[in-house]
């Protein structure tokens, strides 16, 4: 197994292109992701909370949150980039974050601007803290990180005071010492590509669903200057919709025969895991 730190490895990935990152909101998910051939997993604040049975309000804690980090990035062994929404709290919070989620496996973590308790940033209502605050938090996770880590800054401005504004935020939050740059909440490809030439540098790119932004394919992402795009809620929207038609028809039939069909099969488990029964199975490789 390489010892390359988690933030290296992604760092290798972005200079050879644009790195695709889905969402895991399982361990086994995580797996899913890599076995169909990623490069990078992600995962998203707001999917983590719903598998808690919370909403995308920033209620659950640091020590969760890494634990579901540990999982994944153990299970699927990709660079894992992290949502650490507001920072779990000020600047002294912000620092320790960076430090817990690097030893939890993280690659990669993104911070916002918003003020707790924060929405999902393609919702309408948010509130944002000052660019000051939000760069004295980004100064604070810089110190704390080590020098492969990467330190990503999401800024909600477009949403509320404009791209202008949102540009203008990113400049300051790479001054503060953030490696890459999230504009959250852009409604066209015309805005990410006008963001990506006012803001040049590393760029995060989030391809969510019923959202603010329109179906935008990766390689476009790529030729517009971005550097990941993440999928973040999409594995569980599909997932979540798939159990619920399973359990309708169960109700209804009080049977689960018609949805077989529709059924990862356990010899599919099995090599997903990467288990045979009856044969030790090697915690190691994973």
């Known amino acids: 197994m390489s010892n390359e730190r988690p933030g290296g490895k992604l760092r290798q990935l972005m200079s050879q292109g644009i790195v695709a990152a889905p969402g895991a909101f399982t361990a086994l998910v995580g797996r899913a992701v890599a076995a169909t051939g990623f490069d990078a997993v992600y995962i998203s604040g707001g999917a ?13 804690s640091l020590t969760e949150v890494c634990r579901t980090i540990n999982e994944i990035s153990s299970a699927s062994g990709l660079p894992t980039i992290v949502d650490a929404d507001t920072g779990y709290g000020e600047v002294e919070m912000v620092r320790r974050t960076v430090v817990e989620y690097e030893r939890a496996g993280a690659a990669a973590m993104h911070i916002e601007d918003q003020v707790f308790p924060k929405r999902c940033g393609h919702l309408d209502g948010k509130t944002l803290i000052t ?12 110190e704390a990180k080590t020098s492969e880590f990467v330190l990503i800054a999401r800024t909600d401005a477009r949403g509320i005071d404009g791209l202008d504004a949102a540009i203008e935020r990113g400049h300051a939050y790479r001054a503060a010492g953030a490696d890459m740059i999230f504009p959250e909440g852009l409604a066209s490809e015309e805005e990410f590509a006008a963001f990506a030439k006012g803001c040049p540098g590393l760029l995060l790119a989030n391809m969510t669903e019923f959202g603010k932004t329109p179906f935008i394919d990766q390689s476009r992402f790529e030729s517009m200057g971005y550097n990941i795009v993440i999928f973040p809620v999409t594995t569980q929207r599909v997932a979540m919709a798939a159990v619920t038609r399973a359990l309708t028809a169960l ?28 044969v030790e199975w090697d915690i190691s490789a994973r």
């Open 251 to 278: 109700r209804a039939e009080g049977s689960a025969a018609s949805s077989v069909d529709q059924m990862q099969t356990r010899q599919e488990l099995y090599d997903l895991l990467d288990y045979t029964p009856g």
């Open 48 to 60: 983590t909370a719903n598998t808690a049975g919370f909403p995308d309000v920033g209620l659950l």
């Open 131 to 142: 660019t000051e605050a939000m760069a004295a938090k980004i100064s604070a996770a810089a």
